[in-house]
């Protein structure tokens, strides 16, 4: 009995009955009425109950689960419920989500032809990695009486790990081969350099690097001919992740901590792609999950699982640290991208020393990040003395972060500030600039 639920159409009958009985005590002749009523009321009552729980297996349904969660991205659920009772039933649907979610008002309902199967999704958005648990699939199954339910459970105690973002990850490669990416527009990159590897003799077309004409070949086929250089391959990638307390901060619900995770999948799978060496590392007290830079098959798995067991306190970081590690692990000259954020321009030069020790052995990119929320204080046309405040305010905080990228290319550090959306695209189209460009 734990799995029968009495619907309201019952308790309504129920209350019509009552009012019945009500009105025979001034018009004895509804006695009757309402007797016959109340009979009418427990027997269909019975019956339905019997429609139900006559068939075991009345209605057969699967919750069809991704492998795993990509982290900041829609995640369809897909489910699918077959009727095998003999007429149509009306379904209410109530899956145990992760608790992750806080969403308590799931309910999806259908009505299902006999012997006929529904099918449907929804959408799941994780903020965090990590895993999530998913308890019973509830289906509560009506008959066209309505009078009472029946609930069956399906698939308890499902677990799927959030991982980095990789739904996306074939979306940036296909932007990534044709060297430009939507946002706003379409941003060009020219080719500024290439390297000494010949590959092949073309015919000049407008555009072409006028220093790499064959003069001879030329001379002979009487049209402009220019040499053809290979993209150099296998440079080594380094990525930093700082997992500081400035990495705390949130937008949209996610961490600057995550969009950095989520960046540096996608960043790698690029990498990889390219034929260069991908690696990475983490720091804050200290330096962890490190991966060594390679291109080999795999690789890309051993830096989603790095990224998927980041784990921090967000305690203050210690560049210190990280600039002594780095040091002794990258021997050869490589691009290294630092995921940090600066606030203010004390902040910067507390660290600055070690960037620059960096920055003497390697080439180096910091990337760090606009508060949308002060972008939205600078565009908002102020109303009142507070709103003026504010606007001056975040304009303050936004002019010293334009200090901050002028002090660190200064010293030869490049850098990428960009909104948190903006992040995987930003970051992919500075690694191909510079790959372009063939300064590393």
């Not at 057969?60 to 659920?77: C, H, M, T, W, Y």
């Not at 940090?340 to 020790?357: A, I, M, P, S, V």
């Not at 200064?410 to 995987?424: A, C, D, F, Q």
Request: with cysteine; net charge positive.
């Amino acid at each position: 009995m734990k799995n029968l639920y009495i619907n309201t159409r019952f308790f309504f009958s129920l209350i019509g009955v009552g009012v019945l009985y009500v009105l025979a005590f001034f018009f004895p002749v509804l006695m009757w009425a309402a007797h016959i009523m109340l009979l009418i009321c427990v027997l269909a009552a019975m019956i339905d109950y019997l429609l139900l729980f006559n068939q075991k297996k009345g209605v057969l349904a699967q919750r069809i689960l991704p492998e795993k969660l990509s982290n900041g991205d829609e995640n369809f659920v897909k489910i699918d419920i077959k009727n095998n009772y003999s007429f149509k039933i009306s379904t209410k649907i109530i899956d145990e989500i992760p608790f992750q979610f806080q969403k308590r008002d799931f309910l999806i309902k259908k009505n299902i032809e006999p012997g006929r199967n529904t099918y449907f999704q929804y959408s799941l958005e994780p903020k965090e990695r990590g895993e999530y648990s998913f308890g019973n699939l509830n289906v509560y199954v009506s008959s066209p009486l309505g009078f009472v339910s029946k609930r069956f459970n399906f698939q308890k105690d499902a677990i799927l790990p959030s991982y980095p973002s990789f739904v996306h990850l074939r979306k940036y490669e296909l932007m990534a081969l044709q060297s430009e990416f939507m946002l706003g527009g379409i941003k060009k990159i020219r080719k500024l350099g290439h390297t000494m590897e010949f590959e092949q003799i073309k015919e000049y077309v407008p555009g072409d690097d006028i220093r790499t004409i064959n003069w001879k070949a030329t001379s002979k086929t009487n049209r402009l001919m220019v040499n053809q250089f290979q993209d150099e391959r296998s440079q080594r990638i380094f990525i930093l992740i700082d997992k500081g307390r400035t990495m705390k901060m949130p937008f949209n619900g996610l961490s600057l901590l995550d969009y950095s995770i989520n960046a540096a999948m996608a960043l790698s799978h690029i990498i990889l792609k390219k034929g260069d060496r991908a690696g990475m590392m983490t720091f804050s007290k200290k330096t962890e999950n490190k991966v060594a830079a390679e291109n080999k098959s795999g690789q890309l798995r051993k830096i989603s699982e790095a990224l998927y067991n980041i784990k921090t306190d967000f305690f203050e970081s210690d560049f210190n640290r990280l600039y002594q590690d780095v040091k002794y692990s990258l021997n050869q000259r490589s691009l290294v991208l630092l995921f940090t954020n600066f606030e203010t321009l004390d902040g910067l030069n507390r660290q600055l020393k070690y960037l620059r020790g960096i920055a003497k052995n390697h080439l180096l990119v910091v990337v760090f990040f606009k508060n949308s929320e002060l972008q939205t204080l600078i565009q908002k046309n102020p109303e009142n003395m507070q709103e003026i405040y504010d606007e001056i305010v975040a304009e303050k905080f936004e002019f010293e972060k334009k200090l901050i990228i002028q002090e660190l290319r200064k010293y030869g550090i490049y850098t990428v500030y960009t909104l948190p959306e903006n992040l995987n695209i930003d970051v992919i189209n500075k690694y191909l600039e510079i790959k372009a460009r063939g300064i590393l």
